[in-house]
């Protein structure tokens, strides 16, 4: 008995007992699990992975099963865990529970709230995409190449990731280049996609420090989904001379190597002699069948450049000392640190009201001479004072240049205005254009008017200027003015009552209903129809009023309100609705040879 109960006793361990349990090495505690196909993890499986698996006897084959999602894998001795892991990594039902492995990121349930809601989620690094995206920061910035190579930025680069192994300059110079060829291939897409023709604008663009010139070439276009799309195509390295021949045989290359030959709408560059004579080099090169009436729109010139060359003029027949005088005054007091904080002084005292800071302009650049001009009138007692006060202060600007200068300036507050809705950048500037451009004219004939001698000399000059190179694009404009549901062809009628005498009004309103038969008739012809333009109804003409650009839109709902019974000079609303119905569908249908976008880019 007393033997057996020993026995006994030793097969139950006591709380006190330090013997430990033998437990044989092939057994697992799965093999008390009432499922009899599972089989044990036993020593022999070191991975990690097996954490996350059961092993499995399917028929006559092992298989791992994931604890997660249950999904089976192969499981036997020679399958290896490599899948294991890769199917961890992808598991859609696995939670992470390695801290090692998750990143707390901050979110926000909306733009204003101000409390950040921290959360953790699963994170893994990958070499790749560091590489990436510090190209595109390069890129971006502008910063050199070899900053991958500097001490500091390798120190930084380790105390956010150390994981991440900064690559040589020789590596990253490849991978900007990979990402330059990636996005090149993408705009190539989004080209060849889009059915409409392709609008260009170019420039010449001038490294300040190593004075070379470069050629930049943006693509204007109207996409698939009819939002407005710009993208530079090329920039370039163009060696001197910049002649018309040599800026001509730049231009064509980049055409051709994306391909663009037969869809051209137009091409927008700045208004020089060298940019005229590199056109009609142009013009000749390309067919004139694909382009927009054979060529006539396929030298636009900018816009903002013509504005400029308008004030320019303008300015330097009246106040062109005063202005010197201006800018020498404001280079003088902006010339270093103390001489600023001494204008500063000054000006708090004498005009407190005034907080803007003295700026310089860029003389090819009508706008910043504007804007320099407008700051220092408001400052003119300031210089006034420190003109007595400071004997290195020479040729301060005269009484007589202040009030010419101020004068002017209420005058070009419309240039300014206009300047800024022809450098719209998201969005179409056709429909703007032309009620602004009329409404200048009409501001500079009212100019004649002034009892100043010099307005009415600067408005003389401007107004010369402005019928030399506004003349015939008015009419492309116009017509996308009339394909504007909101002023069809009454709008035409209301300027140009305005801006023409009663015989040259209708003659400028014929020329453009015109050159809108004639390009809808190329259009259909070449969408394969008939538009048959020559029996429509002839536009009847109408007559308007005067007044000022701001309230020219009001006066244009009363003309419209006076001429809506008559409903003449314009198209007849099943006539318009017809022809935009014709635009609307060639577009959805049409190849590559449409016309219509060339009109909605520029």
Not at 16 to 29: F, G, R
Not at 109 to 114: A, E, G, P, S
Not at 194 to 219: C, E, F, H, P
Not at 543 to 571: I, P, R
Request: charged letters at 25%; aromatic letters at 8%; glycine letters at 4%.
């Amino acid at each position: 008995e007393n033997l057996s109960e020993m026995s006994n006793n030793a097969s139950v361990p006591t709380s006190a007992s330090n013997t430990p349990i033998a437990i044989d090495d092939d057994e697992s505690p799965l093999e008390t699990n009432s499922d009899p196909s599972l089989l044990p993890i036993t020593s022999r499986h070191t991975s990690a992975v097996w954490s996350d698996f059961k092993r499995k006897r399917v028929g006559d084959v092992i298989k791992a099963e994931c604890n997660h999602c249950s999904k089976l894998l192969a499981g036997g001795s020679k399958a290896g865990t490599t899948h294991l892991k890769d199917h961890i990594k992808i598991c859609p039902k696995r939670v992470c529970q390695d801290l090692r492995q998750t990143r707390m990121f901050g979110t926000k349930k909306n733009l204003n709230d101000k409390n950040d809601t921290m959360t953790l989620a699963p994170y893994e690094f990958h070499q790749e995409d560091g590489r990436r995206d510090l190209a595109e920061m390069i890129i971006l910035h502008e910063y050199p190449i070899s900053m991958v190579e500097h001490i500091g930025f390798r120190k930084y680069s380790k105390t956010l990731q150390p994981g991440f192994k900064v690559p040589s300059r020789n590596t990253t110079r490849k991978d900007i280049m990979k990402r330059y060829e990636l996005e090149k291939e993408n705009v190539a897409t989004l080209l060849r996609k889009a059915k409409g023709k392709i609008a260009l604008t170019t420039d010449m663009w001038t490294a300040d420090n190593q004075r070379k010139g470069y050629m930049a070439v943006t693509s204007h276009f109207i996409d698939n989904t009819w939002k407005l799309q710009s993208r530079i195509i090329r920039f370039l390295y163009v060696p001197a001379p910049h002649t018309a021949e040599v800026l001509a045989d730049a231009l064509k290359e980049s055409i051709q190597s994306w391909n663009l030959d037969l869809r051209l709408s137009s091409i927008t560059v700045d208004n020089c002699s060298t940019n005229d004579a590199m056109m009609e080099i142009l013009k000749g090169v390309f067919p004139y069948g694909s382009l927009l009436l054979r060529g006539d729109f396929f030298h636009m010139r900018c816009c903002a450049h013509i504005l400029n060359l308008i004030v320019q003029d303008g300015l330097s027949a009246v106040v062109s000392n005063g202005v010197q005088r201006i800018r020498d005054s404001v280079v003088f007091w902006t010339a270093s640190d103390k001489r600023v904080q001494r204008f500063e002084q000054v000006a708090k005292q004498i005009t407190p009201e005034c907080s803007r800071k003295l700026a310089l302009d860029c003389k090819t650049r009508w706008n910043s001479t504007y804007e320099m001009l407008s700051i220092a009138t408001s400052y003119k007692e300031v210089f006034v004072v420190l003109s007595a006060r400071n004997n290195l202060y020479k040729n301060p600007p005269t009484p007589e240049d202040w009030e010419k200068v101020e004068k002017i300036c209420e005058h070009l507050e419309v240039f300014s205005k206009t300047t800024l809705s022809f450098s719209g950048t998201n969005y179409p500037t056709a429909n703007l254009y032309f009620p602004k451009i009329c409404a200048l004219r009409i501001a500079i004939s009212g100019w004649l008017l002034s009892p100043h001698d010099y307005v009415r000399k600067m408005a003389d000059i401007m107004l010369q200027k402005y019928n030399k190179y506004w003349a015939s694009v008015n009419g492309l404009m116009g017509v996308a003015t009339i394909l504007d549901p909101r002023y069809k062809m009454a709008l035409i009628r209301f300027y140009f009552a305005k801006i023409f005498d009663e015989h040259d009004f209708e003659i400028e309103v014929r020329r453009i209903s015109d050159l809108l038969r004639r390009l809808v008739d190329e259009y259909g012809s070449k969408m394969g129809k008939t538009q048959g333009s020559s029996n429509q109804q002839d536009f009847d003409l109408g007559s308007s009023s005067k007044s000022n650009e701001e309230t020219f839109m009001q006066e244009f709902a009363e003309f419209l309100q006076q001429d809506k019974d008559s409903n003449c000079g314009e198209f007849k609303d099943d006539e318009y609705a017809k022809l935009v119905g014709e635009l609307e569908e060639g577009f959805e249908t049409c190849d590559i040879d449409s016309g219509t976008s060339g009109l909605c880019t520029e």
